[in-house]
């Protein structure tokens, strides 16, 4: 029993017997033990009803006696002696107990990993820790100096992460080295104990900067003042963008860049002497890494014309010239005051003036808003953006490239996030509408509806809903959805997470009682409270199943609810559970081997592999398998195939004629066709031929 306590809780204990001791030094280990907070495992026997071993956890003064806890849900509890009479209330032969039981010594080890560091740049710097010792521990502590001495504070902290006991975790740090000289770091615990130390060389920095873009948050509109044109920002915030990139020759670095201002006099036609300067130091640059950033000048004067331009020097340890990669490295714009407004009612929110499209999403912060009117604002050339997602713009004029502005009732682009709500003023007419299905999981299966009829895409799976079984649902295989009707759909790719459609009506019905199926089904483009209990979709024994919920039941916007209150076990999702479970199986196979394919661009077997997969993708969409058993054997021998690819074992296309047994008469051979099915002889065309481990693609040629 000790060795187990010591090897499973990480405890040390001592194994006592009593006939080792006297009966007073007996009763002081004991004692001794009780005093220091530590319970004892103590045993005893009889000849009539044999051994036990129980916790002594207490004593009573008063009484001289030991508290046993006998468990039993507390039958058999109580004060007893430990003398050879009486001891543990009868159990008095051969007592002895584990004692001195305390944790070990709390066994931490640390390796510091630390990447090259580049003067003058913020690094991470990290650190692996095991916990051999029985608490969790964190708050972990580096300390960096280029002396032996250690800085009055430390460095960096992570107070974040938890190493359990047993476990090992990575925690990082960030540090940024000033000079080229070797820095030293120490890695300690919350304990004050010297976990690791490590000294790196700290390595010159140098940045190698393109100019790629810059411009302002100007609207369309514009002034031309002695034949220059200043675009006008509403605002006397003007923000100027830039994209930089870190080209060959630069190395990681952080950079000071800076963006210099001038203020212009229209009467003189000059440019102020002096500038506004603003620098940015916080973006680290890896090689060959493109940035975006942001110049925010404040302040500025209503009707105020000013220009912006880099400043063509980067300080990175040594100064370098920013190269300009643009015929424009120089942006003109006018400043006015602010005359956006946004005013809401309900869902509602009506919008005037000039276009700023920061004043707008700041003004646009609430998400249950659902549409704006934005008939009276001048200048839109950027896409508005609201706290929802889902937000229609109604406009007097549409903007090529921007998502979800209808005039006339017609939009070039419609985008829905079925995570939010979508609520238009009526009925419209979309050129392009793009759906993107809620809480997406490839290879699972999830039930919506949408305002607009779409196809199914390859690589997908779609089923509408025909009849409400008491225990499972029937369905129909679709690649036609309509509007407003409840499908199934599961994908079996990655990033196939929406269905795309063009020059179709959509709906504006928020909520629907589908009353074409008994039980009635409903759901809603919105938010909603179910009034009484009903299905939603859920999981039961790792299968979706629709289950009961009760009313009052929060229900996200684009879910479908099964009017019904008496199905306490739930209804089944899968019509044919062996036939629709075999055919997610398949789809997780499909998904697991795209992730590779993606993964393994470089691999000589790339093209064959991707091969593969689109034969068996394009079955998985026409369901090609018309039995369950078919379904799984295509999503295991796609396993085996993804696991050849992953071993470097499917060979190269070899183009044979004749037998191909012949070719391969030193072993077994089975053939297969494209998508897995075996084959009993090889037929002309592309097939899979399997030689004991060794697959490869071949074309027969006869």
Known sequence: MGNAIRGQFNLNNDYCGKWNYSQQGWETLVYNNLASGRPMLYSGANESQGGHAVVLDGYQASTGLYHFNF??????????????????????????????????????????????????????????????????????????????????????????????????????????????????????????????????????????????????????????????????????????????????????????????????????????????????????????????????????????????????????????????????????????????????????????????SALFTSSAADAYVTTYDMTEVSGVNSQPVAANPNALFYASANVDGLANIIVNDKCDNLVIDANSEFLPLRPFRAARAEFCFPAFEPAKWNVSFLPFPASIPQGMQARLISEIKTTYLVEEQATEIPALTPFCYFSARPNLSSLTATDVDVAADSVVLYESLTPNMSFATVGRTLEQKALLLGEKSSQPFYLLNNAGTEVAPFSVAIESTSSANGIRLYGNITYDRNYTILADSLVSAYTVLAANTDNPAYQQFADSIAAYDLAFSTYKYETATEALAAAKALGVIIAQFLAGELADDTAISGTVAGALADGTVRYYSIDGTPLAAPRRGLIIVRQGNKVRKMMVRN
């Not at 006008?232 to 963006?259: D, F, K, Y």
Request: net charge negative.
């Open 71 to 356: 468990g039993w849900g507390g039958q058999g509890d109580g004060y007893f002696t430990v003398d050879d009479e009486t001891g543990m209330n009868g159990f008095n032969s051969s007592q002895a107990m584990l004692a001195n039981i305390t944790p070990k010594a709390q066994n931490f080890s640390a390796r510091l990993i630390v990447p090259t560091l580049y003067e003058r740049t913020v690094g991470t710097i990290k650190a692996m820790v095991t916990n051999d010792a029985t608490l969790a521990q964190q708050n972990f502590y580096i300390y960096c100096t280029y002396t032996s001495n250690l800085p009055k504070s430390p460095s960096d902290e992570d107070l974040v992460t938890v190493v359990a006991p047993g476990d090992s975790a990575l925690v990082s740090f960030s540090y940024r080295p000033m000079q080229t000289k070797p820095l030293n770091i120490f890695l300690y615990d919350d304990y004050g104990r010297l976990l690791d130390k490590a000294t790196v060389d700290v390595l010159p920095t140098k940045a190698a900067l393109t100019l790629n873009r810059i411009d302002v948050d100007a609207s369309s509109e514009s002034t031309t003042v002695n034949d220059i044109k200043f675009g006008h920002v509403n605002n006397t915030t003007a923000n100027v963008s830039v994209t930089l990139t870190n080209g060959e020759g630069g190395s990681v670095c952080q950079p000071i860049i800076r963006c210099s201002l001038f203020s212009y006099d229209p009467e003189a036609g000059t440019w102020s002497a002096d500038s506004t300067l603003k620098s940015i130091s916080s973006l680290v640059f890896n090689e060959g890494e493109t940035r975006d950033t942001v110049f925010q000048f404040t302040r500025l004067a209503d009707g105020g014309y000013y220009k912006a331009r880099m400043v063509r020097i980067a300080t990175a340890g040594t100064t370098t010239p920013i190269v300009v990669d643009i015929p424009d490295s120089v942006v003109y714009f006018r400043t006015f005051a602010p005359s956006l407004a946004v005013e809401t009612e309900g869902r509602h929110a009506k919008v005037s003036g000039k276009w700023n």
